[in-house]
């Protein structure tokens, strides 16, 4: 593994940076950056999102809490993990939680967080936080927010495994936390 400092030298530099949108779900900005070997990019584009999280959350006689809801840029109802963006001053654990409770009306259980991940770490700056919630139980209505339209349903063990198989679920960051948990990692 490389040293710390081997890692810094490749960093690229920024010489500029220009926002082109800033608006609560999207901020994109333009950077001119310089790489190592002195080469230049006039023109990088990076996409700047708050941190996400997910989480495979099981209820004590071992189903699966799944969404299921549109999405508009795929133009697809997809099957999801329970997911959202963090808040200003949340932990990922306190935000997985929250996230959790608003979308199912499921809370309690025992966390682990199992990996972060980055969507596209060549132009998106989050991390994606992914949990494990055993033991989980139905104990209030869900309180969707005002953007939000989703079914919550319990799957089994083998009913996720062959959405994830039939292409039924798409999100990729999803589908790693899902395929690491599966294979026992």
Known sequence: MKNEKEHEERAWRTLHTEYLIRKPWLTARCDEVQLPDGRIIPEYYVLEYPDWVNVIAITRDGQYVMERQYRHAAGKTCFELPCGVME??????????????????????????????????????????????????????????????????????????????????????????????????
């Not at 306190?94 to 199992?114: F, H, I, K, S």
């Not at 055993?134 to 495994?161: F, Y």
């Open 88 to 185: 200003k001053g949340e932990t990922p654990l306190e935000a997985v939680q929250r996230e959790l409770m608003e979308e199912t009306g499921y809370t309690g259980g025992e966390w682990e967080e199992t990996m972060q991940l980055s969507a596209n770490p060549s132009t998106m700056t989050n991390t994606i936080h992914c949990f494990v919630a055993r033991g989980v139980e139905k104990t209030c209505q869900q309180r969707l927010d005002a953007t939000e339209d989703l079914s919550v349903h319990l799957l089994t063990r083998d009913e996720v495994l062959a959405l994830v198989c039939e292409g039924k679920m798409i999100q990729s960051p999803m589908l790693a936390s899902l395929l690491k948990h599966f294979s026992g990692l």
